[in-house]
């Protein structure tokens, strides 16, 4: 089985930063692969910042990267990326992947600048179901002591605070807080659901909670979509 790294540095609201990053410095052999290009389709509407990208879609970014039968996949990135790219090649059926946790802070090799030669994949997609998760389950299930809402966003995104992100500032009510850039605290059992801003720092959660043999759903539209729909909200 070969092996193939995959960058997914971005920052938020800075398109193309990710790439400029890759270019700079990179994993020798890693391909790049864009969260707000290819792990997300920006153009369906009403589906919050990062909707969920066609099976179509992504088989083509996928390959393009270097991704099909035969090949393992160690993604590394920021802001979630990385999770991103590992929840999505596991929702369409590729499970011969995994994360470096740390990213690049971590890796003690050399980096390499420019871009490569990245010989294509051969990506089919298979895309499974029950992974994800609609506002309108959650809306049903808010008064539900089996859902396990966890809200991936930093501590003053939970609690609604005055932020420049969020318009509406809130949470999902019931949600617990675990950050995705600290330690994962201990969650209760039940149904596990996260969700972040629009879909990708949760990942991280899920990523987290899979390394300790949990399974649990994606909200994709994430608190950018609930916002925009007039349900419930949380604050304080």
């Not at 938020?12 to 990053?21: A, H, Q, S, V």
């Not at 003690?108 to 051969?122: H, K, Q, V």
Request: net charge negative; glycine share 14%.
């Amino acid at each position: 089985m070969r092996t193939q790294f995959v960058d997914c540095r971005w920052e938020l609201g800075k398109p193309g930063r990710g790439l400029e990053l890759y270019r700079a410095g990179h994993i020798p052999g890693a391909s790049f692969l864009d969260v707000d290009d290819d792990l997300s389709d920006l153009s369906v509407p009403d589906a919050g910042r990062h909707p969920l990208p066609s099976a179509a879609a992504f088989s083509v970014a996928a390959s393009r990267a270097g991704v099909g039968p035969g090949v393992f996949v160690v993604a590394y990135g920021s802001l979630g990326g990385a999770e991103r790219l590992w929840w999505l090649l596991r929702h369409f059926g590729h499970e011969d992947c995994a994360v470096l946790i740390g990213g690049l802070d971590v890796w003690g090799g050399p980096l390499r600048s420019g871009d490569e030669e990245i010989e294509p994949g051969a990506f089919a997609p298979r895309e499974r179901s029950g992974d994800t998760i609609a506002a309108e389950e959650i809306a049903r299930r808010l008064a539900d002591p089996g859902l396990v809402l966890v809200d991936s966003r930093a501590a003053l995104r939970w609690r609604g605070e005055p932020n420049p992100i969020d318009d509406p500032p809130g949470r999902i009510p019931g949600a617990l807080n675990a950050p995705w850039a600290e330690s994962q605290p201990e969650l209760p059992e039940g149904d596990l659901v996260a969700y972040c801003g629009s879909g990708v720092s949760a990942c991280v959660v899920l990523h987290r909670a899979s390394l300790h043999g949990r399974e649990g759903r994606l909200y994709p539209g994430s608190w950018s979509e609930w916002s925009k729909r007039g349900l419930p909200l949380e604050r304080g």
